[in-house]
């Protein structure tokens, strides 16, 4: 019987009545049942992690990952399945993304926890009363050159009348939704397979950022979403046969691009930086480029224009940490010290630990099968096609040079933000190995696909153990020096007094946690100290010392007015070993970095007044002309 004139029912075997053929619609109905109840399971047994967690109990891991899982690898299956209708792929898709971001969002739903959030929330909290962008941050400078995240939420926080914090939430739930959509737009701009583009997206999924980095409030977790529509705006540019409709994708490209460049830098020079490596494999194998080359040239404008014009300290910004990391990382090659000890006293389980090292291998056999897969169907390929998927391969074996930063402090954390990135070169190349590996199976629940499966798990788990530490990712009693967990009442109850009495916008010193707390919810300025302000000497200096002249004169003339000081540096070791910022002058060996006598040397000084004194946190003010009126008078 030929496919044309096939019955809707099976064929008789044995005699026996016919067997009816599946109906359209129970694909559909099955996965909305077994999603609908993995979902409902994986959020219960989030939120008894996060309860354990919170309660000091054990078998919070346990019961995130079994959450995590239950829910996440059904919905794969239900994606890549090859009965599964674009309706039906495009809802779990939307499903999947939801439910990833629930990790987050159960973590924190009432307001910022993240040293960045706090940073991100006080100046979209800052716009919306003041209605000024390009306004200083106190915590992260830089980002107030970069509006386009803190203009979105309040402005929405204005139209709706909601908080500023739940209008992010909004803006973040929308963007990491389009995230995991445009990934696989994007991977179905190479390949006509629609199961290609819902395994890119799947293996996005897996990145260490995707989890909790990517779905805080910052300007990374809006731009990113941006980025993967703009190369899927420009592959459609590249691709399109006649002038008027390359001029249409490039047009609709411009807006997207200018976007990112007003919301986040890294984002804006990676989009660069893909376009090029895009417009170079076509120019190599002798792929039309132009466009191309011309789309690269447009990002690469937008990102100069907007440093020269708007944000010139960019570049000084983000130099220090690539400059120490290398540094740092030829020390280790030399034979020095100042590496890191990957997991040193984690509360992370073995099991975890052990998948943070398997994940980059198994990272790295996808992407040298996708290599061989590749230079195997060259000649069978469209050539855009050959030279777009050469560079995603190009694009992800970025990924595995970034994770031997992991190795230095001051690298650390740039190699962590470049694993977004790098990674979508990951998703887009090895998607086709996968449904080819599907593919050669007979039965729907082969080994391969129980393998695969298996495998996604142990890369999710490993990634986001080397992604986050356990104090970022579960909740638990307040830590001295864990940016999570410094919201102590008393650190809040001291800057709401400050706020009540003094008011917005007082400058101020600070060490690193207190500064979150009195920058964001105190709406203060304050300063943690840098190599040119090095506002820690102020706390190192013995009793009975002369201050640095220098470091005085920067107090008097930048006008600062309050110093605050916890007294609790002379009893506890920092949780990430840092009390002010990367570079400090300040031993970290196991012990407390201060003395009691340094910490309380402030009450007996004459340009100092104190004018709060709590448990831990003091807060004097600098009473400068009182010290000038004692030496003019003749006053010791």
């Known amino acids: 019987m030929s496919a044309a004139t096939a019955s809707p029912t099976l064929d008789r075997r044995d005699g026996r009545d016919p067997v009816p053929a599946p109906r359209a619609w129970a694909g559909p109905v099955a996965a909305g049942i077994t999603l609908t109840i993995t979902g409902a399971a994986g959020a219960a047994a989030l939120v008894t992690a996060y309860r354990r967690a919170e309660w000091g109990q054990d078998g919070a891991f346990d019961w995130f990952w079994a959450g995590m899982l239950v829910f996440s690898l059904p919905a794969a299956y239900w994606a890549i399945r090859r009965g599964s209708s674009a309706r039906l792929r495009l809802a ?16 924190n739903p009432a307001g910022p926890l993240y040293h960045d959030e706090y940073a991100h929330w006080g100046q979209s909290h800052d716009i919306l009363l003041d209605g000024l962008l390009f306004q200083q941050n106190p915590i992260v400078r830089v980002i107030g050159d970069y509006p386009g995240l803190h203009a979105t939420v309040a402005s929405l926080a204005t139209l709706t009348g909601v908080t500023v914090w739940h209008a992010a939430l909004f803006v973040l739930i929308l963007a990491h939704v389009l995230l995991t959509l445009g990934v696989a737009v994007l991977a179905g701009q190479l390949w006509p397979d629609p199961r290609v583009a819902a395994a890119a997206a799947i293996v996005y999924s897996l990145n260490s950022s995707f989890l909790y980095f990517d779905t805080q409030l910052g300007y990374e977790s809006l731009a990113i979403g941006v980025l993967v529509w703009a190369l899927a705006c420009a592959m459609r540019a590249i691709r399109a046969a006649g002038v008027r409709a390359r001029l249409g994708w490039a047009a609709l490209f411009l807006p997207f691009t200018v976007a990112i460049t007003a919301t986040h830098h890294l984002t804006a020079i990676w989009l660069t930086g893909m376009l090029g490596l895009i417009a170079v494999a076509c120019t190599i194998l002798r792929v039309p480029a132009r466009t191309a080359w011309a789309l690269t040239a447009t990002a690469g404008a937008s ?39 990957l997991f040193n006293q984690s509360v992370a389980p073995w099991w975890e630990q052990q998948a943070a090292f398997l994940a980059p291998g198994v990272a790295l056999l996808a992407v040298v099968g996708a290599a061989v897969l590749w230079w195997r169907r060259r000649t069978v390929t469209d050539p855009l096609t050959r030279a777009a998927s050469g560079a995603m391969l190009l694009l992800g074996a970025l990924y595995f040079p970034a994770t031997l930063l992991i190795l230095t402090p001051s690298g650390a954390e740039g190699a962590r933000r470049s694993w977004a990135f790098s990674y979508l070169g990951i998703a887009v190349a090895t998607a086709p190995l996968i449904i080819a590996l599907l593919d050669r199976a007979r039965r729907r629940i082969s080994g391969s696909a129980i393998f695969l499966l298996a495998t996604c798990a142990l890369v999710m788990v490993g990634n986001t153990a080397a992604g986050m530490n356990p104090s970022y990712r579960f909740p638990g009693p307040p830590v001295f020096g864990s940016d999570t967990r410094a919201a102590t009442p008393e650190l809040l109850a001291a800057s709401a007094w400050l706020r009540e009495t003094r008011g917005r916008g007082a400058r101020l010193v600070a060490d690193r946690y207190s500064g979150l707390i009195f920058g964001s919810y105190g709406e203060q300025e304050p300063t943690t100290g840098s190599e040119s302000f090095p506002a820690y000497e102020l706390y190192l200096a013995k009793p009975g010392s002369p201050m640095p002249p220098a470091l005085m004169e920067q107090l008097r003339a930048w006008r600062f007015e309050y110093l605050v000081v916890d007294r609790r540096m002379a009893e506890q070791v920092p949780d990430i070993k840092i009390y002010f910022e990367t570079n400090e ?3 970290h060996d196991g012990r407390p970095g201060f003395t009691r006598a340094q910490l309380t040397k402030f009450d007996t000084l004459p340009w100092l007044v104190k004018v709060y004194d709590g448990p831990h946190i003091a807060i004097y003010r600098f009473d400068f002309d009182s010290q000038n009126r004692r030496i003019h008078m003749g006053a010791p």
């Open 92 to 107: 779990v898709l939307i499903g999947y993304a939801c439910f990833t971001y629930l990790p987050k969002l159960l973590r």
């Open 303 to 341: 990102v100069a224009l907007w440093m020269a014009a708007v944000s010139p300290r960019t570049g000084t910004y983000l130099e220090p940490y690539l400059g120490r990391s290398l540094s740092q990382f030829g020390g280790l090659a030399g034979g020095g010290s100042g590496g890191r000890t």
């Open 585 to 587: 002058p300040i031993p």
